[in-house]
T-cell receptor, first 114, second 115 residues
Framework: DSGVTQTPKHLITATGQRVTLRCSPR?????VYWYQQSLDQGLQFLIQ???????AKGNILERFSAQQFPDLHSELNLSSLELGDSALYFC?????????????FGPGTRLTVT | AQSVTQLDSHVSVSEGTPVLLRCNYS??????LFWYVQHPNKGLQLLLK??????LVKGINGFEAEFKKSETSFHLTKPSAHMSDAAEYFC?????????????FGTGTQLKVEL
């Protein structure tokens, strides 16, 4: 158990809808990272927040957005969902701002878009 | 631009024999390199990382990797495979090219361990 929690575990929704995925980092970690894992694209880094501010951006679509709140939990918002957005979404946390430091991954949220 | 290539999508070994998972990277700067493992239906777990200190890096569960700049490689090895090592392994590169941080994952190597 990494200490990172993600909710919900599974999410099934229809095309065009909007969903919010939630992540609580390990106690004391200031960085939160979001990843998407799909059969087509593999594992992709989406975005990183550090202490409430966006720190690094990867292959995140404009339909997706994220934020980190003062209590350090983070939410990933996915809107206008398409079938291709079906994937496993991971959150990770770490103690520092840089990407060269280790990250601790949560169990993931499996999103199915029908 | 950074990239990472995992040379084998599947590797099969017998229990007790050595494991070699190959990874080549491309990076404009001094990279940080990682190996992560993902067991079925689980999140990723860090095995080891290289951040410009010793070129031979020891990780958890008996795994180690050697950074070879001349060959742009960061292969993962283990002297003796165990059934519990069966999982997917990802080689990851991180650098700060272009003024920002970025992480790039390889496509993964599925390790099968047979009796």
């Amino acid at each position: 158990d990494s200490g990172v929690t993600q909710t919900p575990k599974h999410l099934i929704t229809a095309t065009g809808q909007r969903v919010t995925l939630r992540c609580s980092p390990r106690s004391g970690d200031l960085s939160v990272y979001w990843y998407q894992q799909s059969l087509d694209q593999g594992l992709q880094f989406l975005i990183q927040y550090y202490n409430g501010e966006e720190r690094a951006k990867g292959n995140i679509l404009e339909r997706f957005s994220a934020q980190q709140f003062p209590d350090l939990h983070s939410e990933l918002n996915l809107s206008s969902l398409e079938l291709g957005d079906s994937a496993l979404y991971f959150c990770a946390s770490g103690p520092r701002a840089g990407l060269s430091y280790e990250q601790y991954f949560g169990p993931g949220t499996r999103l199915t878009v029908t | 631009a950074q990239s990472v290539t995992q040379l084998d999508s599947h590797v099969s070994v017998s229990e007790g024999t050595p494991v070699l998972l190959r990874c080549n990277y491309s990076s404009s700067y001094s990279p940080s390199l990682f190996w992560y493992v993902q067991h079925p239906n689980k999140g990723l777990q860090l095995l080891l990382k290289y951040t410009s200190a010793a070129t031979l890096v020891k990780g958890i569960n008996g795994f180690e990797a050697e950074f070879k700049k001349s060959e742009t490689s960061f292969h993962l090895t283990k002297p003796s495979a165990h059934m519990s090592d069966a999982a997917e392994y990802f080689c990851v590169v991180s650098d700060q090219a272009g003024g920002g941080n970025k992480l790039t994952f390889g496509t993964g190597t599925q390790l099968k361990v047979e009796l």
